[in-house]
C-alpha cells in the first residue's frame, strides 16, 4: 500500500529565508509524486510533479522539489520565502501507469513572517 | 481552457437528509475523482470515474455514491448523512492515460450537516 509522511504540520519562516517542506514516501512500485498548495476556502493547486526522469523537478512560484529513491523522500523546497506563499501544503502520491487515486500526506502549514 | 467547476459552493444539511454534488471536468479530461477533506486533515479518495463507469472506491460507505455523464461530468450523491460528513467535497478531473496521475482539482464544496 502507497502512503505519505508529512514532517511538521506547521512551519514557520521568515520573508525571505529558505523554504523547506518534507515528504517522504511508501510505494511497492515506482511512484508518482506530486505537491499542491491549497489557499485558505480555496481548492488545490498543482505546484509541481515527478514522473519519471530528471529527478529535481521545477515548479511554479519559484518553487522545486527532488526526488531521492533512496531515501524515498520529496521535499519541497524555495530559496526565498515571499508572504504570499503562507498556505497548506500537501504531498501526494499514486501509481505509475492510470490516473488511479491520489494518497495525501496530513499537510504542512507554511507561516511567514517579516 | 475551462478549469474545473463545483456546484454548490457551500450547502448547509440535517443529519439524515440526502445531497447531490455537482462537477464539470476540465476540457480535454475523461475521468473525474472524489475527495472528502476534513477540517484538518488531508483529502481522502471517495471514487473515480472513468468511461461513467467506477473505477476504484477508497474507504467510504455505500452511501457515498456518483455518476460520471457523457460529457464527463460527475455527481456526488450521499444519503442519509451523518454529523462526521461535513467536510469539503474536492473534485478532480484528469486525463487517462496520457495524463501520468496528473489531477486538476476544483474549488470544493463545502458541506455543513447540523
Known amino acids: 500500500a502507497q502512503s505519505v509522511t508529512q514532517l511538521g504540520s506547521h512551519v514557520s519562516v521568515s520573508e525571505g529565508a529558505l523554504v523547506l517542506l518534507r515528504c517522504n514516501y511508501s510505494s511497492s512500485v515506482p511512484p508518482y509524486l506530486f505537491w499542491y498548495v491549497q489557499y485558505p476556502n480555496q481548492g488545490l493547486q498543482l505546484l509541481l510533479k515527478?514522473?519519471?526522469?530528471?529527478?529535481l523537478v521545477k515548479g511554479i512560484n519559484g518553487f522545486e522539489a527532488e526526488f531521492k529513491k533512496s531515501e524515498t523522500s520529496f521535499h519541497l523546497t524555495k530559496p526565498s520565502a515571499h508572504m504570499s506563499d503562507a498556505a497548506e501544503y500537501f504531498c501526494?502520491?499514486?501509481?505509475?501507469?492510470?490516473?488511479?487515486?491520489?494518497?495525501f500526506g496530513t499537510g504542512t502549514r507554511l507561516q511567514v513572517t517579516l | 481552457e475551462t478549469g474545473v467547476t463545483q456546484s454548490p459552493t457551500h450547502l448547509i444539511k440535517t443529519r439524515g437528509q440526502q445531497v447531490t454534488l455537482r462537477c464539470s471536468s476540465q476540457?480535454?479530461?475523461?475521468?473525474v475523482s472524489w475527495y472528502q477533506q476534513a477540517l484538518g486533515q488531508g483529502p481522502q479518495f471517495i471514487f473515480q470515474?472513468?468511461?461513467?463507469?467506477?473505477?476504484g472506491r477508497g474507504n467510504f460507505p455505500p452511501r457515498f455514491s456518483g455518476l460520471q455523464f457523457p460529457n464527463y461530468s460527475s455527481e456526488l450523491n450521499v444519503n442519509a448523512l451523518e454529523l462526521d460528513d461535513s467536510a469539503l467535497y474536492l473534485c478532480?478531473?484528469?486525463?487517462?492515460?496520457?495524463?501520468?496521475?496528473?489531477?486538476?482539482f476544483g474549488p470544493g464544496t463545502r458541506l455543513t450537516v447540523t
Open positions: 478532480a478531473s484528469s486525463r487517462v492515460p496520457e495524463g501520468r496521475g496528473e489531477q486538476y
Open positions: 476540457s480535454g479530461h475523461n475521468t
Open positions: 501526494a502520491v499514486t501509481f505509475t501507469g492510470t490516473a488511479s487515486k491520489l494518497t
Open positions: 470515474y472513468y468511461r461513467e463507469e467506477e473505477n
Open positions: 515527478y514522473t519519471t526522469g530528471a529527478t
